[in-house]
Nanobody, 125 residues
Framework: QVQLVESGGGLVQAGDSLRLSCAAS????????MAWFRQAPGKEREFVAR????????YHADTGKSRSTISRDSAKNTMYQQMNSLKPEDTAVYYC??????????????????WGQGTQVTVSS
């Protein structure tokens, strides 16, 4: 089992930055890959970024690729998503997820085994 708890969301203005955190517990932290997804009102959940078990390989969705960075800290059992130059279209609930299998660039939400409850990010114009 893996328990995931997101934090760091909030209400910000366009152009601001946010760092989301996902605290993990349960299984050994480096035994699973992790990812961020987001879901805006009325839209499907979409892939944001994925990081390998070791943190050495990262994948970002084309949307926002140049504005965000995924990372993980094994000493803190925490994954992060640094988001810069936020836009109103970034408004969504952001979820972290864990994948017990190491799959290159897996973007399908169905492939992930564990999910957090989400953290709301709202970007005002």
């Amino acid at each position: 089992q893996v328990q995931l708890v997101e934090s760091g969301g909030g209400l910000v203005q366009a152009g601001d930055s946010l760092r989301l955190s996902c605290a993990a517990s349960g299984r050994t932290f480096n035994s699973y890959a992790m990812a961020w997804f987001r879901q805006a009102p009325g839209k499907e959940r979409e892939f944001v970024a994925r990081i390998s078990r070791s943190g050495g390989t990262r994948y970002h969705a084309d949307t926002g690729k140049s504005r965000s960075t995924i990372s993980r800290d094994s000493a803190k059992n925490t994954m992060y998503q640094q988001m810069n130059s936020l836009k109103p279209e970034d408004t969504a609930v952001y979820y972290c997820a864990a994948d017990l299998q190491e799959r290159a660039g897996e973007r399908r939400s169905i492939a992930y085994d564990y999910w957090g409850q989400g953290t709301q990010v709202t970007v005002s114009s």
